[in-house]
């Protein structure tokens, strides 16, 4: 069932984060509903633009409709990650999504705050939430100052002036995370205190983190033991994400993760069985191996077990 961000949000506020995982095949797609129905959860499913044109839109639309109809117990909401203005509209106007996101974090405050409004207005007349983002996500810097790393995080101020003026249904902000596998390189870590801040100017608003995945130390030994090369790689400590959705986030995007899960089954596979040349059993390990992450990742986010809930909630 294809519910509203918003609803999932309402449900999940300050208990809870929903995990919200992107999809570019249909292997993805079947790891992603099994793994949520596993662990009985309610998630999002997000679609960033290189998603889109991995294979077609369309496409991915397609199996997202096929998946709700394979899975009718799902719950969750179809999410455009990382929009710029032009894929929001077409988001907004294919009546498709729940939610889209309008990234203009990189654009001057004023910029940023001109540019989301316009999506929202857009999007709130069809039904459909806004979720920005204020503050920069980092990437590894070993020697960069504490002042130039809070430079970057989200103001608090700024982001209580940014919710008013913009009228956004939810904001991703930056506390030191950032995209990838290499996210910390020695001292750098999580800022709760900009959640919080936030939290005491604009209550009850939904905060969303993104650059989220944990990147498992294991899966990226096994991954270097197979030939891989991801030295160095760092991530998130996923005991960080009850805490987190405790103080009001609401969304918790996990990406990279999935793809160190494809990247140690494919490695260790071919490795394994080198006469193999049929794409369907590796797509099959990986399918399991997916769903077994995503129902870990659930436990971790606190939204496992909710799904009943949710569903009786939201048929009222
Ligand atoms: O933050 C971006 C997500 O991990 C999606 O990545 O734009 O390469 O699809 P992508
Ligand atoms: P990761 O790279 O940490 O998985 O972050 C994903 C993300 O933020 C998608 O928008
Ligand atoms: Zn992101």
Redesign the pocket.
């Known amino acids: 069932m294809i519910v509203t961000t918003k609803q999932l949000f309402e449900q999940a506020y300050g208990k809870y984060a929903l995990g919200a995982y992107n999809i570019n095949n249909a292997e993805q797609t079947m790891g992603l509903f099994r793994g949520n129905l596993q662990s009985r959860a309610p998630f999002i499913l997000q679609i960033s633009k290189g998603a889109r044109s991995y294979t077609n839109k369309l496409m991915l639309e397609a199996m997202i409709r096929a998946a709700n109809e394979i899975f009718p117990e799902a719950v969750f909401a179809v999410h455009l990650?990382?929009g710029d203005e032009e894929t929001c509209y077409d988001c907004i106007d294919s009546g498709f999504y729940s939610s889209v996101m309008i990234?203009a974090s990189h654009e001057p405050f004023e910029e940023n705050i001109a540019i989301t409004k316009r999506v929202v207005e857009r999007a709130h007349a069809k039904g459909v939430s806004v979720e920005a983002e204020l503050g920069q996500?980092g990437g590894v810097e070993e020697d960069i100052s504490v002042d130039e790393e809070k430079a970057r995080l989200t103001d608090p101020e700024q982001a209580a002036e940014f919710i008013e003026r913009t009228g956004c249904d939810s904001l991703?902000c930056a506390i030191g995370t950032s995209?990838g596998a290499f996210k910390f390189s020695g001292k750098q870590g999580l800022h709760f205190e900009v959640i919080e801040a936030i939290q005491k100017l604009v209550p009850g608003f939904p905060l969303v983190l993104?650059?989220s995945s944990s990147v498992p130390q294991e899966e990226i030994d096994r991954i270097n033991a197979a030939g891989g090369a991801l030295k160095g790689a760092k991530g998130v400590d996923p005991a960080q994400y009850l805490p987190a959705a405790r103080l009001g986030v609401c969304k918790i995007?996990i990406?990279t993760d999935g793809r160190l899960v494809w990247t140690r089954v494919h490695r260790e596979f071919f490795r394994d069985h080198p006469e193999v040349y049929d794409f369907r059993p590796i797509g099959k390990i990986f399918m399991e191996e997916y769903a077994k992450f995503i129902a870990s990742r659930n436990e971790l986010l606190g939204s496992a077990g909710r799904l009943d809930e949710v569903r009786a909630a939201l048929s009222k």
Do not use: E, T, V
Request: glycine residues 10%; proline residues 0%; charged residues 30%.
């Open positions: 990650d990382h990234d996500l991703a995209h993104h650059g995007n990406d």
